[in-house]
């Protein structure tokens, strides 16, 4: 089975330039996740989807940060413009929250490899 | 807001030793506790969790101890390897949203 995937991997831009993340969930995941983790900090939620609802962005810089995830699957976090302190890495996670209408036991939260971005 | 504190923030070990993870926690609504490993270059990855109607989760190596009353768990990672050298997150959500909160870390490194 395919984990969370994520691209790019790595991205340098400009303060002020624009950048976007893209991330694949796990096939049949309903909810999605965007973290953000700073060198040496654990991950802090930056929004969550519950298939297209975006049920928590609550943390979300939302003047410069936007996240869409269109028919509930895939999903791109953007960034526009960015500054020096948006460096660092965008995780993307996925879990099983509902199958069909049932709600599944587990939190149990996928996560993919990062887009590690720095900014300059 | 921190959720979750963790200490300590690094930890170093001898090869066969014990290492002792803590964490606690303010919301008495969370319900699951989850520990993730995390290697240099790659995403967190669950390791164990445990939810708060029991103390105590064995998984190999791994054991989570939980203090329901004092709101703290522990990571114990016995005959510590070398391999175990990554960075250890406790986490805390409750289950009725899947709002996890996610401690500092701490860094483990396992000396040979």
């Known amino acids: 089975e395919a984990g969370v995937v994520q691209s790019p991997r790595y991205k340098i831009i400009e303060k002020k330039q624009p950048v976007a993340f893209w991330c694949n969930p796990i096939?049949?995941?309903?909810?999605l996740y965007w973290y953000r983790q700073n060198l040496g900090q654990g991950p802090e939620l930056l929004i969550r989807?519950?298939?297209?609802?975006?049920?928590?962005d609550s943390q979300l810089p939302k003047d410069r940060f936007s996240a869409e995830r269109l028919k509930g699957v895939d999903s791109t976090l953007k960034i526009q413009p960015a500054e020096l302190g948006d460096s660092a890495v965008y995780l993307c996670?996925?879990?099983?929250?509902?199958?069909?209408?049932?709600?599944?036991?587990?939190?149990?939260?996928?996560f993919g490899e990062g887009s590690w971005l720095t900014v300059v | 807001q921190q959720q979750v504190k963790q200490s300590p923030q690094s930890l170093i070990v001898q090869k066969g030793g014990i290492s002792i993870i803590n964490c606690a926690y303010e919301n008495t609504a969370f319900d699951y506790f989850p520990w993730y490993q995390q290697f240099p270059g790659k995403g967190p990855a669950l390791l164990i969790a445990?939810?708060?109607?029991?103390s105590e989760k064995k998984e190999g190596r791994f054991t989570i101890s939980f203090n329901k009353s004092a709101k703290q768990f522990s990571l114990h990672i016995m005959d510590s390897q070398p391999g175990d050298s990554a960075t250890y997150f406790c986490a805390a959500s409750r289950e009725d949203n899947n709002d996890m909160r996610f401690g500092a870390g701490t860094r483990l490194t396992v000396k040979p």
């Open positions: 996670a996925s879990s099983l929250r509902y199958r069909g209408n049932i709600k599944s036991s587990g939190n149990t939260i996928y």
């Open positions: 445990i939810r708060p109607d029991v």
């Open positions: 989807y519950e298939n297209e609802e975006a049920v928590d």
């Open positions: 096939s049949g995941h309903n909810t």
